[in-house]
């Protein structure tokens, strides 16, 4: 079944401890990105990765860090996770060629809080 | 860079009526325009698209779109709606230019709500 998995789906965490959201996918997708969903904004994109080893920032990529050493993987860092950083994210992946978002995968989410 | 607007937050309906969430997009060369929805505790999935020819298009769950270039807009509709409508829409815009690959821009969302 083709997806998108992220883990953990809920995680609460504490001012400046570090953490990792972790994404993968099992279509051989090129494209992946990063999302953040906040109540009346939508969502913006942080981090976006084009193929292995080729990562840019989106919108809000502040405080936040990306890898892409695998096609399959797209881990999102929190290096010193602050509040202003509680939020829903998603991952999603799709195809890049043509247009890469004919058929884009997205996540279950994450759901971070950060006290 | 692209700006999407969602003329509604919240759209409350009853079942079996019609329904438009409308989205307006800034001007741009060239554009890709979709719909996504959301279901609670959910990712988003793609409704539909519109990608070039025909400015209808229609989506899953017999929702369908009308891209209208010189009003910059993509408004959904749907003609009868169900209960299972009840979730979260949002449109999102992707812009080529020349032979870079787009972005995609996603709206604030409309949250449709269908009562019995």
């Known amino acids: 079944e083709a997806q998108v998995t992220q883990n953990p789906r809920y995680l609460i965490t504490v001012t400046g401890k570090k953490l990792t959201v972790t994404c993968s996918q099992n279509?051989?997708?090129?494209?992946m990105s990063w999302y953040r969903q906040d109540p009346g904004l939508g969502l913006r994109q942080i981090y976006y990765?084009?193929?292995?080893?080729?990562?840019d920032k989106g919108d809000v990529p502040e405080g936040y860090k990306v890898s892409r050493k695998e096609k399959r993987n797209f881990p999102l860092i929190l290096e010193s996770p602050s509040p202003n950083q509680t939020s829903l994210y998603f991952c999603a992946s799709s195809a890049s060629q043509g247009v890469p978002f004919l058929s884009a995968f997205f996540g279950q989410g994450t759901r971070l809080t950060v006290v | 860079a692209q700006s999407v607007t969602q003329l509604d937050s919240q759209v409350p309906v009853f079942e079996e009526a019609p329904v438009e969430l409308r989205c307006n997009y800034s001007?741009?060369?060239?554009?890709?325009l979709f719909w996504y929805v959301q279901y609670p505790n959910q990712g988003l999935q793609l409704l539909l698209k519109y990608l070039s020819g025909s400015t209808l298009v229609k989506g899953i769950n017999g929702f369908e779109a009308e891209f209208n270039k010189s009003q910059t807009s993509f408004h959904l509709r749907k003609p009868s709606v169900h209960i299972s409508d009840t979730a979260e829409y949002f449109c999102?815009?992707?812009?080529?230019?020349?032979?870079?690959?787009?972005?995609?821009?996603f709206g604030r969302g409309t949250q449709l709500t269908v009562w019995p």
């Open positions: 001007s741009s060369v060239s554009v890709y």
């Open positions: 999102a815009v992707s812009e080529w230019r020349g032979s870079t690959l787009g972005r995609l821009y």
């Open positions: 990765s084009m193929n292995v080893e080729v990562t």
């Open positions: 279509m051989n997708h090129e494209y």
